[in-house]
């Protein structure tokens, strides 16, 4: 097992491989890749795929002189394992040093963390363009996949390098005929075309727009693939280098089933089978049902996506069943919000959902588009958590500092299953305006029994004195949690409230409760600036109320335990506690 | 004089028109673009280029019902002279009623808001869709220029028109071989393919995407384009009418010189000479004199510009003599950043610079690609003020609730011209990451003297008792003005502070005051939610500490006075003391 692997400590020792040691290699990088995969899942398919792409390119270009960029860097592991880090692949105990994506920490090998997709080429461009300002000599690799080609900044990277980059930089793009899901728009035709002609159709996008450009009929042929690397190496100026792949090959399940292995938890080698239970109810259940449910029996209602139907668990056939009011506009953000703001004015009632992380990418097109016009458009977000996911690029927890200070927006956070479905009715059927639901991630564990019809900015949930609690969404719970406390500890009990309406004040309730309370604390689930607990803290700014804001601190964490995080910040209920006696000075 | 124009009052008036009176109806409205343009100034040589295409849009389809999509908007002023609102070009008493851009709350013939580029498609596409689900039969037409179509929103829409789409839709490309500035990247390469083959290279971005394609050499000729748009008119899927136009068409000295007439102050018809006085010493000449100079003498410095070069009055030669230390990557935002990260990554020090409005659009690539990866980027961005740029779509109001929140980018207000140059020195210099400079739009008018080392986050200009006031960038002269009074009315003096770093807290600044005040007011140049003046109330939230923010509002203001809507807001001086009055309780 790993015979070849074993030997390569550095890109170096590629070099000196046969050909038949570098497909024993590909072999070894693929048991590797089960190995990990298996028993703490990632992104699978896209890495059995680039696994001949990513040996080549080692073989034929010098990192770390030569510049890899790798495209969302979910198929970078074979690099990795290549590049001095097999152990985070074969070694079960060293797993966690590996973070899954590129990261210049672990290895001078990775130039950027990179986690959201289609920045690839414009990345490039800059280390090419600042290589020509400097005299270098290096060679430049972008590696981008055809999913995150339709992302409008991949657009942007390739409009710039077609005229504007005067030297080398090699684009290779993977072609594997798969995106998240399927692939969705012209780009994809064009692909076809190329690849249906051995790459050599008449109408080319890429030489259209001044690139050079190169097409490799098995991008699983380590040796097809070396050749086109090495002639692309002595190319002038930018040149794409169009490999036709099978996403998830070596692994028969993945190949037949690309999108279902596109991201896998731990699984059994064998049958398939994921091997960690699964959670109870979750969000995302409830969010299917309910999207699947609309499109039965609301004739105007679309939902869009910008490629993400899996993070919501709509399967194909969902999809199916769903006819044209499911529209997937592939990775393609901007696109989703501009087109639901169209969709809005042309009488439909959109739903747009994706991973609050990746909605980010349409700040300017959900300020512009959708809210100076007022248009009717509901954001469902996933994972706006702090303990979802967990990689510094994915991370949940800046939605409120997005989302809640754009005019006209409504944000909402749910607590509970049937606020989710209660907020979605509100945002679909009463708002006539713009909303964001940012979702909780996993299991639905607060509040069962609460609904949401929308009649208060702000629920109190328990009236009480001295003491007033505003706890958000999937904080919620950590709300009552400290509640039951005070009264158990102090003796009192203080005001519960589940401020629903995240992005705007209830100032009826907050100028209410000055009468008879000191203080108000705020907890939510993300980072504390810009969010809701400021707002709270200005209002009550220039009154005798005080204020406390628990959350996040501005920061990029990486790879944190939720629970241990909430410590160190003081956000665990003894801290908080402690805090509440020191400020109520219940000595 | 407007003889035809006269006559019309809504689109349907221009179908009776004959060939020869529709010619006259363009000269016309040439007639009103120069009564409102050499009176009150506003985007010029892009509607002297449309007319004849924006009059052949009105009679071939009929709008309302037939639904026009203009990107950016700024060439729709024939369009809204022929929609009921030619007084607002040719009545100077009523040129306030028009605003310049589409807006549908002046008229049913403008769907959207707009004012950011290449959104058309995006919106049409969702109007597409919608009509596809509704089962209706009206025409949907996107407006685009070529400029535009770098944008990654636009290509985004192509992406998706072009195989998502299975009913009309018709895109035209108004190819008038200009941006902004010059355009920029391989896409032009390939418009230039098309215009010289009459259309029928064939390599073809559009048709290689799926899309329809029809080529009209002569895009002022008002008949080609009747032609044109009729058999668009019945395609029976998304089509892409390719105009080639000439921007400033008719007005001699924009046809000349488009950059310079792209958007124009007040001008004297004969000679092109502005006719309102120029200001003093602005930041924006401040800001051109620096770029030119660094250029001149740091080996690693890149100016990069989606576009906006004029915006700082660089003019062609200040771009020439800066050689390949002078980036435009085009009207592409997202480029703009990552490319910028990829810059820094290489070695070079990339000073990236447009107007704070446009650059929201690459909230993600800021946040991912430049800040995540601790990429060593400044972004020098214009017009952030409350009284810059006072449309809609271009407020310059929400830049630190935008910026100030992103982990790892240091905001930075400057409030006079050493101040300026002390901040780019600082960010280019000394910081290590990644900054924002928020520009006042116009004149230096606040503490020439001041200067700034970056020592101090925050800048104690003036010790003193009871009250601080921290006045940030252009407001600081508020500040100063405040502080005054206070020392005249109430006859004590109060600190007064420049917090040049808007994005941090300084604690230790902060912690200090606690000793001797009982009162801190910050004034901050934008809105106030997710902003300044909330960090500084939450801060001082558990203390005995009171807070006051001054600020705007979370809304979309529109074409307001600026000194008016301080004092709505209670932000005027008088209104600002009898609060200090009252919270202090000087009595």
């Known amino acids: 097992m790993y015979d070849i692997l074993n030997k390569i400590n550095s890109p170096e020792d590629v070099k000196k ?6 497909k024993e290699l590909a072999r070894d990088i693929r048991e590797a890749l089960f190995n990990r995969l298996t028993k703490i899942g990632g992104h699978c398919a896209p890495n059995f795929g680039a696994v001949e792409a990513e040996i080549a390119m080692h073989y034929v270009f010098s990192s770390p002189k030569d510049k890899f960029v790798f495209d969302v860097s979910h198929q970078s592991y074979p690099h990795k394992m290549l590049t001095g880090r097999k152990a985070g692949y074969i070694d079960a105990s060293r797993f966690f040093e590996d973070s899954g994506y590129t990261n210049p920490e672990e290895s001078v090998h990775d130039l950027f963390n990179v986690g959201h997709t289609s920045t690839s080429i414009s990345l490039a461009t800059g280390l090419a363009k600042a290589r020509e300002i400097r005299g270098g000599t290096e060679k430049i690799v972008a590696f981008i996949g055809d999913g995150s080609l339709s992302g409008g900044e991949a657009l942007e990277g390739l409009n710039m390098a077609g005229s504007e980059i005067h030297s080398n930089l090699i684009i290779i793009v993977n072609d594997n005929q798969q995106s998240i899901s399927e692939t969705h728009g012209g780009i994809y035709r064009n692909l076809k075309e190329l690849r249906e002609s051995g790459g050599r159709a008449e109408n080319n996008m890429f030489t259209a727009w001044g690139l050079k450009y190169l097409y490799v009929p098995d991008g699983n042929d380590i040796v097809s ?12 100026r930018p040149i794409v280098v169009h490999i036709n792949t099978l996403k998830g090959k070596g692994f028969a399940l993945a190949e037949k089933n690309k999108e279902a292995w596109h991201w896998t938890l731990p699984f059994d080698r064998q049958t398939g089978e994921i091997t960690v239970p699964s959670a109870k109810t979750t969000y995302v259940q409830i969010a299917r049902e309910y999207i699947l449910n609309r499109a039965k029996t609301d004739e105007t209602f679309v939902a869009v996506t910008p490629n993400m139907p899996g993070s919501f668990s709509l399967s194909k056939a969902d999809r199916e069943s769903m006819g044209e009011k499911f529209v997937d506009v592939g990775i393609a953000e901007e696109q989703a919000a501009a087109m639901a703001a169209g969709l809005a004015k042309g009488g439909a009632k959109p739903l747009v959902f994706t991973n609050v992380t990746f909605m980010q990418r349409a700040y300017d097109q959900i300020s512009q588009d959708v809210c100076i016009n007022g248009a009717h458009v509901t954001f469902l977000l996933n994972c706006a958590a702090f303990d979802s996911l967990t990689d510094v690029t994915h991370l949940g927890i800046f939605g409120l500092s997005i989302f809640s200070n754009i005019p006209s927006l409504t944000v909402l956070t749910p607590a509970s299953k049937s606020e989710l479905a209660g907020m979605l009715d509100w945002a679909l059927d009463k708002n006539d305006g713009a909303s964001v639901i940012l979702m909780p991630g996993g299991e639905v564990t607060a509040r069962p029994q609460s609904g949401f019809d929308g009649s208060f900015r702000y629920k109190t949930e328990q009236k009480g004195e001295r003491l007033a609690i505003l706890a958000l969404g999937d904080f919620y719970k950590r709300g009552e949690e400290i509640a039951g406390r005070v009264k158990d500890k102090f003796g009192f009990t203080p005001t519960l409230i589940a401020p629903g309406f995240a992005s705007s004040l209830d100032e009826k309730t907050l100028n209410h409760l000055k009468n008879n309370h000191e203080l108000t604390i705020t907890l939510e689930d993300g980072v504390v600036d810009g969010g809701f607990g400021q707002k709270i803290a200005a209002f009550y700014g220039d009154s005798e109320m005080k204020v406390k804001n628990y959350g996040l601190k501005k920061k ?32």
Chains 1, 2 share one sequence.
């Open 17 to 22: 491989l046969s050909v038949i040691e570098l």
């Open 556 to 587: 990029f964490y990486d790879r944190y335990s939720p629970e241990e995080l909430l410590r160190t910040l003081g956000m665990d209920t003894e801290s908080v506690l402690k805090d509440i006696q020191r400020l109520l000075r219940l000595d």
């Open 225 to 236: 693939l070396i050749d086109a690397f090495t002639e692309a190496k002595n190319a002038d």
